[in-house]
């Protein structure tokens, strides 16, 4: 396959289940490659939660989710992984050989002879802003994210939202747009405390404007977006007049490409056997909280599991013809080579 990556394994999804996967692949002597939609890994962990402390990771009383994350970085860090961040799996196809072709939306394509899916509760997605109208103005002058900031340079902008991106942003480009309006649906912020107080400062002084409002529509005038019409907290309806909307309603995950491969799926979740959980697609495997069975449980320990024995499965569907015996991380002089035990 031309131009493609060539690879024994690829996991889809760097969150605790495929970062864990890296480990287990690595103890048995399979080097892989990991794509995640996100910039970071750590899934959930760091992206949902990064702060709060977890209490059932075997063995560690308490742990902090991003804490987590780290120590499993730490411990797969021998194993060289290959790291391919924010892009997002889009396709996986079978080829004639059972050999699979995975693109990403950055168009980096896989030619990989197995595959593991460890997609979580999907690829994490902006939430919309879904107004009325909205959705034809979306990547042109609707955005969930800033590709360059040049691009609003002396725009008139509204912001919505009232999270940390949300303030980062109204407080970079005040001074820097033409106009800068934020909109948050109500009083608490869950940004920084300084960066809060920065933009109230802002506000007071008239730099920028701060409407306390839900959007409601894009204003839209012969198919030229004019801004959009937010209510007040206190009923009013307000125009905003801009040209271009910048939304930070955050991150949700949706299970996206992933339901489009062929795949069993039941309840947004992939089936998969308990011994190998392999898919429906020989090659093909499911951990962590994309796959399902009978008696699955959603936690991080039980995805660990799942890893050691997908990756046994793993080498054995890379070479039928020889036996991957059990060997203890303790005593096995293999192993301690592979983990740069001295
Ligand atoms: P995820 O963490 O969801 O990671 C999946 C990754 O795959 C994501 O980064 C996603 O971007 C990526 N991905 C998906 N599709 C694609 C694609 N097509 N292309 C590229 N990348 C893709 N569990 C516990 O065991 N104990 C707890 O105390 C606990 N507390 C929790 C508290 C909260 C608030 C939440 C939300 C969850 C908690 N959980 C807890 C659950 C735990 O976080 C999940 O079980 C765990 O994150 C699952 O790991 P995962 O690797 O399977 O998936």
């Known amino acids: 396959v031309d131009g493609a990556i060539q690879a024994d394994v690829v996991i889809v999804g760097a ?34 939660y990064p702060e709060k402390p977890i209490y059932d990771i075997p063995a560690l009383p308490v742990c902090g989710a991003q804490e987590l994350v780290d ?14 961040l924010g892009e997002e799996v889009v396709e996986l196809r079978i080829l004639e050989d059972h050999t699979f072709l995975l693109r990403t939306s950055q168009d980096t394509r896989f030619h990989a002879r197995t595959v593991i899916i460890a997609g979580g509760l999907g690829s994490f997605q902006p939430r919309r802003l879904g107004v009325e109208g909205g959705e034809a103005f979306e990547g042109t002058r609707i955005h969930y994210k800033v ?3 040049a691009e609003f340079t002396g725009k008139r902008l509204v912001i919505f939202g009232g999270g940390d991106s949300a303030l980062d942003w109204t407080l970079e480009f005040a001074g820097k747009a033409r106009s800068v309006t934020l909109v948050h649906r109500r009083p608490e912020f869950r940004a920084a405390p300084a960066s809060v107080s920065r933009m109230r ?29 937010v209510k007040r907290n206190d009923g009013e309806i307000v125009d905003l007049e ?25 309840k947004r979740a992939i089936l998969v056997d308990t011994e190998k959980f392999q898919t429906n697609i020989p090659g093909v495997f499911a951990i962590g909280d994309i796959n399902t069975y009978p008696g699955k449980k959603k936690l991080i ?19 039928p013809a020889k036996k991957v015996p ?13 983990l740069g035990v001295p």
Request: glycine share 10%; with cysteine.
């Open 242 to 266: 801009a040209d271009h909307a910048l939304v930070f309603f955050g991150l949700h995950p949706k299970l996206g490409p992933i339901a489009e491969w062929g795949l069993n799926i039941d």
């Open 71 to 84: 120590r499993l970085l730490q411990q797969a860090k021998p194993f060289n992984a290959q790291f391919h």
């Open 326 to 338: 059990l060997q203890y991380t303790t005593t096995s002089p293999i192993m301690h080579k592979r």
């Open 201 to 229: 400062d802002l506000v007071e002084h008239g730099s920028i404007k701060y409407v306390e409002a839900i959007a409601q529509s894009v204003i839209a005038t012969d198919g030229q977006f004019q801004g959009v019409r």
């Open 301 to 319: 320990l039980s995805g660990f599991h799942e890893a050691a024995l997908a990756a046994f499965a793993v080498a054995h569907h890379l070479n």
């Open 147 to 149: 590709k360059s900031a």
């Open 15 to 48: 969150g605790p289940c495929g970062l864990f996967q890296i480990f287990e692949l690595g103890l048995l002597g399979i080097r892989a490659h990991i794509i995640d939609s996100l910039k970071h890994p750590g899934g959930q962990c760091s992206e949902l």
